[in-house]
């Protein structure tokens, strides 16, 4: 964040409806905690999934996160995991893009550290398999209904807390009403340690908005995660589309 965006947020976290988003949020956590015994929260490095950890810590502070390790990383995400503390990194064969498939490459340099759990690519991924096998039965992730039309029928749909058959977990959303504003204010209010790769987007001009982090390999062409890649950190952009030219199509 820029220094007015900052004080921005700070202004916004002392409205009356941010009160009322966080009592909402723990409401959630505190009926998703008393259904489960092993919970975790889905950590993805990014905004959303940062403000939902420290929620989710206030209840239970020994609740762990499962970061799936996608094999090419953003700039600054370990150092972002570290300080997370109590954060599992799980690498394992996903699919996102058609062309691209996690660890096909280089499966014996896995960071240090970080667990292997052999996940059949186009399945619901490492992370839920390996929370699967851990015999996890509770899963908090960061969905937000504002982020895509899809998303918010999902939400709606589901509700912020239902049990996923598939995953055999029960699957919680606290800031499915959270607005993208709201979840800066929450990490200014509270000082919640973020991605870095925030504020180096916000140091090249990027819109707020549009600063957005996720896989090098997108599903699709519609988020901006590579774009501000190539933009904030050249390099890193670089040495991922020397080894997958299709990359460039995204940006």
Same mark, same amino acid.
């Given at each position: ?22 009592? +909402? ?31 989710? #810590? ?70 839920? !398999?390996?929370? +699967?096998?851990?015999?996890?039965? !509770?899963?908090?992730?960061?969905? +937000? ?65 549009? #600063? +957005? ?39």
């Amino acid at each position: 964040m820029t220094r007015r965006e900052r004080l921005a947020a700070r202004l916004r976290a002392r409205r009356p409806r941010m009160e009322h988003l966080e009592r +909402r949020a723990m409401d959630v956590i505190d009926d998703w905690l008393t259904r489960c015994q092993k919970p975790y929260v889905a950590f993805s490095s990014g905004k959303d999934s940062s403000v939902l950890l420290h929620l989710v #810590r206030q209840r239970e502070a020994s609740v762990v996160g499962l970061y799936g390790h996608d094999e090419y990383e953003w700039p600054g995400t370990q150092e972002l995991l570290r300080t997370a503390g109590n954060v599992i990194q799980v690498c394992g064969p996903v699919r996102h893009a058609e062309w691209f498939v996690s660890w096909q490459e280089r499966p014996e340099q896995l960071p240090p550290g970080a667990l292997w759990h052999d996940s059949v690519p186009g399945d619901a991924g490492s992370v839920v !398999g390996y929370a +699967r096998e851990m015999g996890c039965d !509770g899963a908090a992730i960061g969905l +937000r209904s504002d982020e895509a039309g899809y998303r918010k029928t999902h939400i709606r749909a589901s509700g912020r807390l239902f049990w996923a058959e598939g995953k055999q977990v029960w699957q919680c959303y606290p800031l499915a009403d959270w607005k993208d504003a709201d979840v800066w204010a929450y990490l200014a209010a509270h000082e919640v340690p973020y991605h870095p790769a925030y504020d180096r987007m916000a140091e090249v001009g990027i819109p707020m908005k549009a #600063r +957005r982090i996720g896989p090098f390999a997108p599903a699709g062409a519609e988020g901006p995660a590579l774009s501000n890649l190539r933009r904030c950190y050249p390099a890193s952009f670089n040495r991922f589309a020397a080894r997958y030219p299709q990359a460039a199509t995204y940006v």
